[in-house]
């Protein structure tokens, strides 16, 4: 059987592209599932989005405004969500995909200052946490209103 080798370019290209893991997902809570994003007619949506979302590195994204990083979880009066007990409060970086209007995929990367471990391989993978159907895992005031 002849062994399967990814070319150099193709390689090199593959590591610069954004990808997503969905190990720490939450689906209930302030959160919703998928099948909740399903029966809203929403989950089409969010895999059109991650397609797009995959054919570019997380420092592209946040340069054209698609994935905002917001650094620490926010305080309890700005949010509506937890922490899960399961991740850590320092060493990751907890961001947002927009995906339309204020329907959001909420979760983190893996901070650079992360202690322990070789981490470069995740600099572009985001772990999915949380969909927030709502805006509610980073409240701010309405713009223009």
């Known amino acids: 059987m002849e062994q399967f080798r990814i070319q150099d370019a193709l390689s090199k290209q593959a590591l ?8 720490y997902f939450k689906g209930t809570g302030a959160g919703q599932s ?3 994003w399903e029966n809203d007619k929403l989950l089409a949506d969010l895999m059109d989005k991650l ?18 990083n917001y ?9 509506d969500f937890q922490l ?4 850590p409060p320092n060493g990751i970086q907890w961001g947002s995909f927009r995906i339309t209007g204020e329907k959001r995929l909420i979760g983190f ?3 650079e200052l992360a202690e322990g471990g070789d981490c470069r391989f ?8 949380f969909l927030d159907k709502n805006h509610n895992f980073w409240k701010s005031s309405k713009k223009h209103t």
């Not at 899960?84 to 991740?87: A, F, G, R, V, Y």
């Not at 995740?122 to 946490?129: E, P």
């Open 16 to 23: 610069k592209l954004s990808s997503f893991n969905f190990k």
């Open 34 to 36: 998928f099948k909740d």
């Open 51 to 68: 397609n797009v979302f995959s054919s570019l590195s997380l420092m592209e994204l946040q340069q054209n405004g698609r994935y905002k």
């Open 71 to 79: 650094g620490k979880f926010p305080l309890p009066e700005k949010t």
């Open 84 to 87: 899960p007990k399961d991740l």
């Open 109 to 111: 990367v893996v901070s």
């Open 122 to 129: 995740l600099k572009n993978t985001f772990f999915v946490v």
